[in-house]
């Protein structure tokens, strides 16, 4: 009973390594304006929100990559400052401030653990 315990336990924190390794590589991205690579977290259906726009609910991962890489080049973000990032039952949320040209903005990440990774299902910049 002990070695399943034990064992049990092993797997569950190598789980929490590779999630974690994700937040780490998300937040990387964003740090280095980089939505291309941000993209690549999508999950196949999410919900974008930009400044000035209206939400696009359901948008397909190919579609959303683009939306995100247009307002980043428009935008020259350049960095991005951490402000919040928690776990709730396989929930995680990042928030903080992306740095741009002319301003900085909101921006709140809401991702959901799939398959031993973490996939971002909500974009909201503001």
């Known amino acids: 009973m002990k070695k399943i315990l034990l064992l049990a336990g092993v797997v569950l924190s190598l789980l929490?390594?590779?999630v974690s390794g994700d937040a780490d590589s998300i937040i990387n991205a964003l740090k280095d304006g980089n939505a291309e690579q941000l993209?690549?977290?999508?999950?196949?259906?999410l919900d974008v929100k930009l400044p000035e726009k209206d939400e696009i609910k359901n948008v397909g991962k190919n579609q959303a990559g683009i939306t995100l890489k247009s307002?980043?080049?428009?935008?020259?973000?350049?960095?991005?400052?951490?402000?919040?990032?928690?776990?709730?039952?396989?929930?995680?949320?990042?928030?903080?401030?992306?740095?741009?040209?002319?301003?900085?903005y909101n921006i709140t990440l809401m991702m959901k653990s799939k398959a031993d990774k973490m996939a971002i299902i909500t974009v909201r910049i503001n």
């Open 16 to 18: 929490s390594f590779r």
């Open 39 to 45: 993209s690549q977290y999508f999950d196949n259906i």
């Open 71 to 104: 307002f980043f080049a428009d935008n020259k973000v350049k960095g991005f400052e951490l402000s919040s990032q928690r776990e709730m039952g396989g929930t995680m949320y990042i928030t903080g401030k992306l740095q741009a040209a002319a301003k900085s």
